[in-house]
């Protein structure tokens, strides 16, 4: 029986058979990525809700591919200032 490996070890292993450019692009979606992500959760902090759709396929025509996505966004409701009574 084969040991199954935690995330971090099959990544450390895919890397070790991967180009010096296939794992400094995959650095950069994994940099991005948390990016995308603390951006999304400012959003809903917000009172916004995010959804990310594949919105294509992207191929290299070589096997590789890759998913396009596009934000379905939809904004809470607002909430109004408070109307404070003024004296007149």
């Known amino acids: 029986m084969?040991?199954?490996?935690?995330v971090k070890e099959r990544a450390e292993a895919q890397t070790t058979r991967m180009t010096t450019e296939q794992q400094a692009a995959i650095r950069m979606?994994?940099?991005d990525l948390h990016r995308l992500n603390q951006s999304v959760m400012r959003a809903v902090d917000a009172g916004i809700s995010v959804e990310l759709i594949r919105s294509a396929r992207h191929h290299c025509g070589k096997g590789s591919w890759g998913d396009l996505l596009t934000p379905l966004i939809i904004a809470g409701p607002v909430d109004e200032p408070a109307m404070e009574d003024s004296e007149h």
């Not at 084969?2 to 935690?6: A, E, G, Q, S």
């Open 2 to 6: 084969t040991p199954k490996l935690n």
């Open 29 to 31: 979606i994994a940099n």
